[in-house]
T-cell receptor, first 111, second 115 residues
C-alpha cells in the first residue's frame, strides 16, 4: 500500500502560484499519481495524473522527480475559487482496495 | 458531475432502519464505487464493482451491502443503520483501463444522518 503524506493546510493569495507536495516513499513500479480537488458538499473532481517527469493540462501541472517518491501539484495564479481540499492518490493495477484518499491538503486562497 | 446522480441528497433516519442509497450514471462506465467521508477526513472505500457480476469489498464494508442492478445502477444499503454510519456518501464511476489509476467521476453525495 503506497501511503501518501501531504500538508494538512496551505494559505495563499489570489494571483500567486501554489505548489502542494505529496510524499509517497513506497510507490510501486506500476503506480500512477493522481490528484483530485474537492469543494464543500461536492464529490472530488479529477485534476491531473502522471507517472513520471512533468504533466501539464489547462488547470495544473504535476512534477514528478526521477525517484517518484514525491510529486508536486502546481496551480498557477490561483483565484478564490481554487479554495478547496486537494487529494494526492497513488495506485496502479494491484487492486482497487488499495486506492486510498488521505485527509488531503486544505488550500485557502485569500483576496 | 451531473453524469453521476445520487439519490437522495439528504436523509435523516433512526437507528435500526434499513436505508438504501442509489446511484445512477450516464457515462457508460463499467466500474462503480461507494465511498464514505467523515468530517475532516478523506474518503474511504466501502464497495466497488467492475461490472454487473463482479462486486468486491473495500476498506470498510462491514454493516453495508450493495447491489449492481445494471451497468448504470449501483445501490448501497445499510441493513440496520447505526449512528456511527452518519456520514457523507459518494458514488463514483470509472472506465476500463490498467488498474486503479483510471480517473474516477463522483456524484455530489448523499448526506446521511442516523439518530
Amino acid at each position: 500500500l503506497a501511503k501518501t503524506t501531504q500538508p494538512i493546510s496551505m494559505d495563499s493569495y489570489e494571483g500567486q502560484e501554489v505548489n502542494i507536495t505529496c510524499s509517497h516513499n513506497n510507490i510501486a513500479t506500476n503506480d500512477y499519481i493522481t490528484w483530485y480537488q474537492q469543494f464543500p458538499s461536492q464529490g472530488p473532481r479529477f485534476i491531473i495524473q502522471g507517472y513520471k517527469t512533468k504533466v501539464t493540462n489547462e488547470v495544473a501541472s504535476l512534477f514528478i522527480p526521477a525517484d517518484r517518491k514525491s510529486s508536486t501539484l502546481s496551480l498557477p495564479r490561483v483565484s478564490l475559487s481554487d479554495t478547496a481540499v486537494y487529494y494526492c492518490l497513488v495506485g496502479g493495477n494491484t487492486g482497487f482496495q488499495k486506492l486510498v484518499f488521505g485527509t488531503g491538503t486544505r488550500l485557502l486562497v485569500s483576496p | 458531475d451531473a453524469d453521476v446522480t445520487q439519490t437522495p441528497r439528504n436523509r435523516i433516519t433512526k437507528t435500526g432502519k434499513r436505508i438504501m442509497l442509489e446511484c445512477s450514471q450516464t457515462k457508460g462506465h463499467d466500474r462503480m464505487y461507494w465511498y464514505r467521508q467523515d468530517p475532516g477526513l478523506g474518503l474511504r472505500l466501502i464497495y466497488y464493482s467492475f461490472d454487473v457480476k463482479d462486486i468486491n469489498k473495500g476498506e470498510i464494508s462491514d454493516g453495508y451491502s450493495v447491489s449492481r442492478q445494471a451497468q448504470a445502477k449501483f445501490s448501497l444499503s445499510l441493513e440496520s443503520a447505526i449512528p456511527n454510519q452518519t456520514a457523507l456518501y459518494f458514488c463514483a464511476t470509472s472506465g476500463k483501463g490498467a488498474g486503479s489509476n483510471q480517473p474516477q467521476h463522483f456524484g455530489d453525495g448523499t448526506r446521511l444522518s442516523i439518530l
